[in-house]
């Protein structure tokens, strides 16, 4: 039998294990990219906007917490019920996806259709005559993208679904929004090689424009040199 035959297996290599480990680590840090909680500090007037690469058809979800600073306190506690906030959320084609007034604290959800680098903007509803105007607010956000936005406990009541069926459905899932994400990558990177070959096909032209200039000026001196000798009679 095999087994009693004296040749050696040898495990896999070093090289690739470590292949494997560096695979996984970057696999579990695209996961960990793709939602992340912040806060930033804006005046009411003021507004801010982030830039967010998504993919086509991907589902964003995104949960805010405003808080007004209290100059008496000097902390920041919670706004008041009526302080709101504008969202509005730009697709690459600079077209508007969402334009909506939420309060002091709420969700806001929009789904993905153009491939690309979506601007997501918060400001507040005051004005520079309002009660509140000149104060600062600090916003606390949370941008979930793709299968992260999922509500799994949610989904698994709904449904009535096993924890197998449930694991099952997020792995499908995550397949999902990783082959979305390569057909994106895949359309960034066409993308650039068009770029780059239409910079090659300008700079082709140029560099052929200014020899046809540089050849026209060198004939152009050699007719007026001869010009000017034929006139002082040196020819």
């Not at 297996?9 to 696999?27: D, S």
């Not at 979800?61 to 600073?69: A, E, F, P, S, V």
């Not at 770029?195 to 140029?206: A, D, G, I, Y």
Request: charged fraction near 25%.
């Amino acid at each position: 039998m095999a087994a009693e035959q004296s040749v050696r297996v040898l495990g896999p290599c070093p090289g690739a294990r470590l292949a494997r480990i560096i695979r996984a680590l970057l696999l579990l840090l695209w996961f960990a990219a793709r939602g992340g909680a912040l806060y930033f500090h804006i005046g009411e007037t003021e507004k801010k906007c982030f830039i967010e690469e998504i993919p086509d058809e991907t589902m964003v979800i995104g949960n805010y917490r405003t808080q007004l600073y209290d100059k008496q306190r000097e902390e920041y506690q919670p706004a008041t019920p009526g302080l709101g906030m504008f969202v509005e959320v730009k697709d690459p084609e600079d077209k508007v996806i969402l334009a909506r007034q939420y309060g002091s604290e709420g969700r806001f959800t929009f789904t993905s259709h153009t491939p690309g680098e979506h601007q997501i903007c918060l400001h507040s509803n005051s004005t520079k005559f309002s009660l509140f105007a000149g104060g600062m607010l600090r916003v606390h956000l949370d941008i979930q993208v793709g299968e992260h936005a999922n509500d799994y406990a949610e989904i698994a009541a709904k449904d009535k679904l096993s924890e197998l069926q449930l694991r099952v459905r997020q792995l499908v899932e995550q397949v999902e929004q990783i082959q979305k994400e390569q057909n994106y990558q895949r359309w960034r990177e066409e993308r650039f090689r068009q770029t780059s070959e239409s910079t090659n096909q300008r700079v082709l032209w140029w560099s052929i424009l200014q020899t046809l200039i540089l050849v026209a000026i060198g004939v152009w001196q050699m007719r007026h040199l001869k010009s000017f000798f034929e006139a002082k009679k040196l020819v």
